[in-house]
Each structure stands twice: as C-alpha cells, then as structure tokens.
C-alpha cells in the first residue's frame, strides 16, 4: 500500500512538561502524547476491479471487486457507493495514482472515483463521443473516440484537463481508436475501424499532443503490449469472414526507438487471435476455435519468438483474458450476454482451473487495483 494513500493525522504533539518546586519534593510530573496515524477505510484497496459491460439494450454496466486472494467478489460497487449507476456500456477503467475513470460507452460517460473507495467525485459528459479508452500520461488524460461510428473521418483522442476533468482539445486519428499504451515518451493506439476494419497504430507525442506517425499491422489491431526491451507488440485479429474478404491474424514487433516494424508474424486466413499478454519474457495469446468451448490459449518467448504449434490450455470460451501475476491468469467468462458472467483464475504452473467467481454481466477487463 503507497504511503501517500494514509491519512495522518497529529493528536498532539508530543511534548514533555517539566514541574520542579524548590518548596516540596513532588518530583518531576512528564507527561507524553504520541502521535496517532489513523488509517483510512480502503474498501477496494489491494485487489482487483472488474469492468461488465452490461446488456446493450436497457442494461447498466457495473464494477466488480476481487479480493487480492482471489477468493471472494464483491458486484455492484459503485451502486452500493453512490446510490447511483454507471451508465450504459461499461467499456474500461484508466487510472492516476489516486483516481479511477470509468468509460461507459454508449452513454457517452467517463465517472471519475476515488480508486480505493469508488466515491464519484466528477463526471465528463462534454466532449466525448462514443469513447472507448483512458490513458494518463504526464499528467494529462487521454480517451479514445470513435465519434460517429458510421463516419470514418470524425475520430478521435480527446484531451483531458484532470484538475478540472474538462476535455480541452482534440486529436483527430484513423478510424476506431481503441486500446491505449505509453512508453512514457509516445502514446500508441490500436486503431481497430469502429464498424469497419482498420489495420494502423497511431503515434501521438504527448508533450505537443499531435500525430508523429502511423505504422501499418495486421486487420484489426485488438490489443498491444510492451516488453521488457522496449519494444511494442501488436496484435491484429484479422477481419473477419462477415466482412467479405476474411484474413488471418497478425502479430507485429515494432522498435519504438523508431516506431519502424521489426517483424511480423502471419496466422492462418481463417485464425483470428485475440487478447495479447506479455508476463516477463512470455507472450501469451488467444485463439478461438470453430466451436464454442474450443479455444486455446498459447505462449511463446518474446526473446526469441517462434509461433507456438501446441496450446498450453484448451477447451476455453473466453471474452477476454489477463495475466495478473507470476502463474496467475484471469479470463473473463461470458455465458450468454443477458446473463452474470465470471471469472475464472487458472495456476499456469499445471494450467488448471483453481477458482471461478461470479460477477456481473459481460465481464470485459480486469485491472489490478492497489
């Protein structure tokens, strides 16, 4: 737990009083009062928080919380807080050190809370169009906007002014911003194509908030990640068959030094992978088969990156996925999308399943929250 989450407060401080008379012989009187430190109540403090989407059509999203062993889920945090609710598509959370925005899509909503209580201190509803995602960067935040998703030339990142929580200015990149990532120099976005199919990242400097490039990946960009070289990892899922002209997957290693591609590996036209993970050296990865309760979750080395012929957990029917320490991988489970979901902790020491918690309806994303 950061110190900066304690309140301190001082009683007193400790002092010595000192009494002497020359005419009796009481002796000295010392009193002394510490200093006391009042921890606050964290309720939400050192676990983890799960995004549910809800149902689209009349539904409301909601946060869950895990607690740190994994053991227990609390729902509906947010309603049980503020005797209110989130809106309708619980898309993301984005975090400060101190504060977490929660994106609720369809109802063009981010709710700012304290992380560790979830108590609403402010609301952006001006400035967002159908947004996505929220990225902190030296000490500006950023959201991803598809605008009119019909519209292929409207999208874009809106800047956040997080004292006020006013959207100050706009980015305007490729269609279907999606998924955020900062190296602490470059903020780089997987552009995905809204309703349509996208195949670039998009390059923004933070420090003059413009586009600097964009760099060519597989269809449909659907998550990123970083290693520990520097490099970034992209992972396209390739468009799929509905579209009319199906391709496969790729994933693309690319030097951020120069945000030029290193190498990109192809899947099969008719393999569309998803939900990329790296965990030290190992990327992991997830591909669904032609049956529901048919997909694989695989792993390779980033080092020395070969694709994986064998999966290292099979059987699967998984929204999303999340490694969220050593052997430890959360997946977002979703039976139907009217129904509570769960998720489901796998040891990946022996790849099996050690606990399934039930949560709200459309489990999305989880974030370690602490």
């Known amino acids: 737990m950061k110190l900066s989450k304690f309140l301190l407060i001082a009683i007193t401080s400790a002092f010595l009083f000192y009494s002497c008379s020359d005419d009796d012989d009481s002796g000295n009187i010392i009193t002394v009062e510490e200093d006391i430190i009042v921890e606050p109540d964290l309720p939400f403090d050192e676990g983890f928080l799960v995004t549910n989407e809800g149902q689209f059509t009349g539904g409301i ?27 309708t598509i619980v898309q993301s959370i984005g975090f400060t050190e101190i504060y977490a925005y929660i994106v609720s899509n369809v109802s063009n909503r981010v709710t700012v809370v304290d992380r560790f209580t979830f108590e609403e201190v402010a609301r952006i509803e001006t400035g967002i169009e159908n947004p996505r995602y929220f990225i902190e960067v030296n000490g500006k935040g950023y959201v991803s906007n598809w605008g009119d998703p019909f519209v292929t030339t409207d999208d874009y990142i809106a800047i956040i002014d997080l004292e006020n929580n006013i959207v100050t200015g706009m980015i305007g990149v490729g269609e279907g911003p999606e998924e955020m990532l900062t190296d602490g120099n470059q903020i780089y976005i997987t552009n995905q194509g809204g309703f349509g ?84 050296d190992d990327l992991y990865y997830y591909l669904s088969g032609e049956d529901v309760g048919s997909g694989e979750i695989f792993k390779s080395n980033v080092s020395n990156f070969e694709m994986p012929m064998t999966s290292e957990i099979s059987g699967l029917n998984l929204f999303n996925m999340f490694i969220v320490a050593e052997n430890t991988l959360l ?19 022996d790849n099996t399943l050690t606990n399934s918690l039930d949560v709200g309806i459309i489990p999305g994303n989880v974030y370690i929250n602490e």
Do not use: K, M, R
Not at 67 to 87: E, K, M
Not at 331 to 349: E, K
């Open 197 to 280: 199919v996208n195949n670039i990242v998009t390059v923004i400097d933070p420090s003059s908030d413009t586009v600097v490039t964009t760099i060519p990946v597989g269809d449909v960009p659907n998550s990123l990640q970083l290693d520990s070289s520097g490099n970034l990892w992209v992972l396209g899922g390739g468009s799929p068959l509905f579209t009319g002209t199906e391709t496969g997957g790729v994933l693309t290693q690319i030097n951020t030094s120069s945000n030029e591609v290193i190498a990109n590996f192809n899947f099969e036209q008719t393999e569309h992978p998803e939900f990329l993970t790296i965990f030290g």
């Open 61 to 87: 999203g909601t946060v869950s919380y895990l607690d740190a062993s994994l053991t227990t889920a609390t729902n509906d945090i947010f309603q049980s807080v503020n005797n209110d609710n989130l809106g």
């Open 331 to 349: 997946g977002c489970n979703v039976p139907d999308f009217s129904s509570p979901g769960t998720i489901d902790v796998y040891n990946l020491q």
